[in-house]
T-cell receptor, first 114, second 110 residues
Framework: AQSVTQLDSQVPVFEEAPVELRCNYS??????LFWYVQYPNQGLQLLLK??????LVKGINGFEAEFNKSQTSFHLRKPSVHISDTAEYFC????????????FGTGTRLTIIP | DGGITQSPKYLFRKEGQNVTLSCEQN?????MYWYRQDPGQGLRLIYY???????QKGDIAEGYSVSREKKESFPLTVTSAQKNPTAFYLC?????????FGEGSRLTVL
């Protein structure tokens, strides 16, 4: 089975500073990886995904993530954050083939400090 | 516009009552999912359905039931057997590995 660990439950960052949200996964087979964002009392919205190809993936709102197979990581980064980036961020993993169930991490709450 | 519609957005229930959460999609997706979200625990899978008239238990199915009579609809019933039903419930459908979520339903048991 797959699992996902988001090491930081809360990350405070000053506005216009860079941010990295960490995600590590565990799986015995090839995986697809995702980052989702959730604003208060809303559903989740896809930020970006890694299915194959280039290990550097660019998403919406200026976010990017790098798939590192040797370190089993998929960290999310943004070079300069904005107040509107305040939200909860979830990393998710699923097997590359077969059953399409996603396994989610516990989430990281990103708070932008003006 | 295509998407997933969940209703109601907020729901209050007395202990011992069953309640049904609606989930409708017009994305023509085959697979649909129900997740439960609690603070600090991320999303946990309750039930999923990969095709009409078929569904499987997820990780926390006890106290819940579903049906999938139509491709567009995947309602979730929270029964009185669910010990701690107060939570935020999210419905989703999937296409090429990407989950599309509804806006969620917040259930509070009084």
């Amino acid at each position: 089975a797959q699992s996902v660990t988001q090491l930081d439950s809360q990350v405070p960052v000053f506005e216009e500073a860079p941010v990295e949200l960490r995600c590590n996964y565990s799986s015995s087979v090839s995986v697809y990886l995702f980052w989702y964002v959730q604003y208060p009392n809303q559903g989740l919205q896809l930020l970006l995904k890694y299915l194959s190809g280039s290990t550097l993936v660019k998403g919406i709102n200026g976010f990017e993530a790098e798939f590192n197979k040797s370190q089993t990581s998929f960290h999310l980064r943004k070079p300069s954050v904005h107040i509107s980036d305040t939200a909860e961020y979830f990393c998710a993993v699923r097997k590359a083939f077969g059953n399409e169930k996603l396994t989610f991490g516990t989430g990281t709450r990103l708070t932008i400090i003006p | 516009d295509g998407g997933i519609t969940q209703s109601p957005k907020y729901l209050f229930r007395k202990e011992g009552q069953n309640v049904t959460l609606s989930c409708e999609q017009n994305l023509n997706h085959d697979a649909m999912y129900w997740y439960r979200q609690d603070p600090g625990q991320g999303l946990r899978l309750i039930y999923y359905s990969q095709i009409v008239n078929d569904f499987q238990k997820g990780d926390i199915a006890e106290g819940y039931s579903v049906s999938r009579e139509k491709k567009e609809s995947f309602p979730l019933t929270v029964t009185s057997a669910q010990k701690n039903p107060t939570a935020f419930y999210l419905c989703a459908s999937i296409s090429t590995g990407e989950l599309f979520f509804g806006e969620g339903s917040r259930l509070t048991v009084l």
